[in-house]
């Protein structure tokens, strides 16, 4: 099995809500991530998972808030989000460093979020 | 700042022709990957050179790395209609992180 999945596939939420976006791989891949992509823009990576431990948080705003789970599981809870957090959320998993083999990541689909 | 920068943002060809992408990146690098998106969807990984290597290929594609100039290209030869798609090359420079570079989309024509 090489894919990640996401779920919900679009969320929409007011600005008050509170809710979670997931991830799930049965790759063995002990690396996790999420990105946020808005339009016609590269990916900007927001954390890194390894071995289920929150190992990079490139400096999100803490109405975005992580969760790993087990090593199969990424969660993104989301609160009182901001109409300009509006984008695509995708989770990607690879090898963690240091594993043989090339570290690819391997990305789900995404979702698309819509914050009113 | 993203690592890489790619060339050309957009570019269109008519089904059959090659197409040609460079990234340019900053800084030393563990390896460059390229991957491809088709519109609102996840990444696809389509092959990864280590700094070691200077030449991949897999099927119609074909990647080149110069480390002194720091930059790749990425070839994909008698292109489809199916190939049209943004591609992302992205440096891996320690750790887990991946930089991804601004992106090209390409349109191939029917």
């Known amino acids: 099995d090489t894919e990640v999945t996401q779920t919900p596939k679009h969320l929409v939420m007011g600005m008050t809500n509170k809710k979670s976006l997931k991830c799930e791989q049965h790759m063995g891949h002990r690396a996790m991530y999420w990105y946020k992509q808005k339009a016609k823009k590269p990916p900007e990576l927001m954390f890194v998972?390894?071995?289920?431990?929150?190992?990079i948080n490139e400096s999100v705003p803490s109405r975005f808030s992580p969760e790993c789970p087990n090593s199969s599981l990424l969660n993104l809870h989301l609160h009182a989000l901001q109409p300009e957090d509006s984008a695509l959320y995708l989770c990607a998993s690879s090898r963690p460093p240091g594993a043989a083999g090339g570290n690819e990541q391997f990305f789900g689909p995404g979702t698309r979020l819509t914050v009113l | 700042s993203q690592q890489g920068e790619e060339d050309p943002q957009a570019l269109s060809i008519q089904e059959g022709e090659n197409a040609t992408m460079n990234c340019s990146y900053k800084t030393s690098i563990n390896n460059l990957q390229w991957y491809r998106q088709n519109s609102g969807r996840g990444l696809v990984h389509l092959i990864l050179i280590r700094s070691n290597e200077r030449e991949k290929h897999s099927g119609r594609l074909r990647v080149t790395l110069d480390t002194s100039k720091k930059s790749s290209s990425l070839l994909i030869t008698a292109s489809r209609a199916a190939d049209t798609a943004s591609y992302f090359c992205?440096?891996?420079?320690?750790?887990?992180?991946?930089?991804f570079g601004e992106g090209t989309q390409l349109t191939v024509n029917p």
């Open positions: 992205a440096t891996r420079t320690s750790g887990s992180r991946l930089t």
């Open positions: 998972y390894s071995y289920e431990k929150l190992s």
